[in-house]
């Protein structure tokens, strides 16, 4: 395994950090009598082999129904001061309530302190506020510090890059959980950002989120080679040194295996990268156009901006993946998750074109005359029932 430092907190931590949010039993709290022995086994056993393969950095949130409880069986285990342990609960207006659910978070872990407690989803001005004012969510973190229950504080988001910029230089937090990938790189000036603050990086599922890369269609595939997708995307985001740590989420043992041919390649990244780098752009260009592919975000409005609340540049994006890449599944899942992934994934589908008036909101758009007709072909391309986040199934 290789290591790099997590920014000001100067822990050494694992280039591949173990994600709890897929091989727990449920998105609901249970009971522990109710944890089917096999799901247990198969939890106990992810943990131990990322452990034994050197990824000692194990992390989860409040949000993840019984993931904390399972790993509550297993952590205390393990040598205490060998592993790092990072939980995540929501920010809130009562700040009180904020320390209720850390204490449960605590209970379910079974453990006297974590070594990382990010304040989850910080992803609209409402919940920085509710994170940053005085005596708020953060304030209480501080104190949960200072009592020693907690080590290092952080955030993760799912917000628009300003919003995240803004948590970032308020200069309070020593780490940043956030979304940045070879499909998905807005973010890359809060990354910037958080250096610069000489924050940890951690990023958030590169290969879910990133493209649902465990089954990417065979364009992918054939793109990427030599490389898998997932390792391309791998070695795409740990070539940049600001990038600290990429989450995987682990369903089972064996989900690790492909990551770790990572590193062997990492210091080759120069002369690996750049030849798939240029054909994915070249593809891309031939199968978009060029103007549109250099220019389509230019003028876009935010989702609040916009008719129907509809997010033009999220739908924009989806299509432009499925056509270039035929990531029509991945874009399936996000398109239909538009309208019920509240401030974790803002704004609606592009439902019912016809009826709206994009004149205004899409005046400094260079494409505002073809833009309605792209937004209409990505519902037809990608629509489909409404998708839940999985904290709701």
Same mark, same amino acid.
């Given at each position: ?30 009971? =522990?009598?109710?944890?089917? @022995? $096999? /799901?247990?086994?198969?939890? &106990? #056993?992810?943990? %131990?082999?990322?452990?034994? *393969?050197? +990824? ?123 979304? =940045?990938?070879?499909?998905? @790189? $807005? /973010?890359?000036?809060?990354? &910037? #950002?958080?250096? %610069?603050?000489?924050?940890? *990086?951690? +990023? ?190």
């Amino acid at each position: 395994m290789l290591y790099r430092r997590f920014g000001r907190t100067e822990l050494q931590i694992p280039v591949f950090s173990c994600g709890g949010m897929r091989y727990q039993y449920k998105w609901q709290d249970v009971k =522990w009598q109710d944890v089917p @022995q $096999d /799901n247990q086994s198969n939890v &106990e #056993a992810t943990i %131990r082999r990322a452990v034994d *393969v050197g +990824i000692n950095h194990i992390e989860t949130a409040r949000g993840y129904g019984s993931s904390e409880m399972q790993l509550g069986a297993i952590l205390p285990k393990l040598p205490r001061d060998e592993i790092i342990v990072q939980t995540k609960v929501e920010p809130v207006a009562d700040p009180q309530k904020f320390r209720q659910t850390f204490d449960r978070s605590l209970g379910y872990l079974k453990l006297d302190y974590v070594d990382l407690l990010g304040l989850h989803g910080i992803n609209n001005a409402e919940l920085l506020h509710y994170s940053l004012k005085p005596g708020g969510c953060l304030a209480e973190a501080k104190k949960l510090q200072m009592e020693g229950k907690v080590r290092f504080i952080g955030f993760s988001t799912h917000a628009p890059t300003e919003i995240i910029i803004e948590a970032i230089e308020s200069g309070e937090f020593d780490y940043i959980n956030l979304h =940045w990938y070879y499909i998905f @790189q $807005d /973010n890359w000036p809060a990354i &910037e #950002a958080a250096r %610069r603050q000489d924050m940890g *990086v951690f +990023i958030i599922s590169p290969s879910n989120k990133g493209g649902m890369l465990y089954q990417a269609p065979q364009r992918l595939v054939e793109l990427c080679q030599p490389l898998s997708p997932m390792v391309f995307n791998d070695l795409f985001c740990l070539s940049h040194p600001e990038v600290n740590t990429l989450s995987v989420g682990a369903s089972c043992p064996a989900d690790f295996d492909e990551h770790l041919k990572v590193l062997d390649l990492l210091d080759r990244s120069d002369e690996i990268l750049p030849p798939i780098i240029e054909r994915l752009e070249q593809e891309a260009i031939a199968r978009l156009g060029k103007d549109w592919y250099l220019t389509w975000r230019e003028g876009l409005p935010k989702p609040e901006e916009t008719p129907g609340n509809i997010n033009i540049p999220t739908v924009l994006w989806l299509r432009n993946l499925a056509i270039a890449y035929d990531l029509i599944e991945y874009g399936k899942m996000r398109y239909n998750l538009l309208g019920n992934g509240g401030h974790w994934f803002a704004g609606k589908k592009a439902k019912n074109i016809p009826q709206f008036d994009f004149t205004a909101c899409l005046q400094n758009s260079p494409h505002r005359d073809k833009i309605p007709e792209f937004l209409a072909e990505c519902d037809r391309l990608l629509g489909g029932e409404g998708i839940k986040r999985l904290s709701q199934q």
